[in-house]
């Protein structure tokens, strides 16, 4: 099979790969570029494990082909950590996480989210949020870990 070469930023840095075009973008990030934190649950776009920040939005990379992300933006959990971003330690503060497969799925939606209301409500954090799987949790804590980051946001 022919190979395409994907030209993308991951976490600030350039990229630059010979792919099969048959990739998705999550065999892209967890295998080419070890990008373990982006999980596979479902992969049929039903859980939110697999989600990534794509140019800003939250994206089920377990549906989309990596040469979609040609020219693009991708943020994992890793270029989340890496910034220090403040919803990981609301979610470790709040006892948000118990196995943790589901929790950068959540955390990159809720990222999406405050970045574009960082005044959302409990109710806007829940609709948000209902396409993301846990179970474990039970969400309660996870809606406050994001409300937590909100009402900093709010200072
Ligand atoms: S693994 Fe992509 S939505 Fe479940
Ligand atoms: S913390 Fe285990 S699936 Fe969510």
């Given at each position: 099979m022919k190979k395409y070469l994907l030209k993308c930023q991951v976490n600030g840095k350039n990229i630059e790969r010979e792919i099969?075009?048959?990739?998705t973008l999550l065999e892209f990030i967890r295998e080419d570029l070890g990008l373990t934190g982006t999980k596979e649950g479902c992969?049929?776009?039903?859980?939110?494990?697999c989600l990534d920040l794509l140019d800003g939005r939250a994206v089920n990379s377990c549906l989309m082909?990596?040469?979609?992300?040609?020219g693009k933006k991708i943020i994992t959990i890793e270029g989340l950590r890496d910034e220090k971003n403040p919803l990981i330690d609301s979610f470790a503060k709040e006892a948000a996480?118990?196995?943790?497969?589901?929790i950068p799925g959540f955390i990159i939606k809720a990222e999406e989210l405050l970045s574009e209301n960082p005044e959302a409500t409990d109710d806007e954090i829940k609709e948000s949020l209902a396409g993301n799987l846990c179970r474990c949790t039970g969400y309660k804590n996870i809606i406050k870990a994001v409300g937590k980051v909100r009402k900093k946001c709010l200072k």
């Open positions: 099969r075009p048959d990739k992969g049929e776009g039903e859980c939110g494990a082909m990596a040469a979609q992300a040609h996480v118990q196995c943790g497969f589901c």
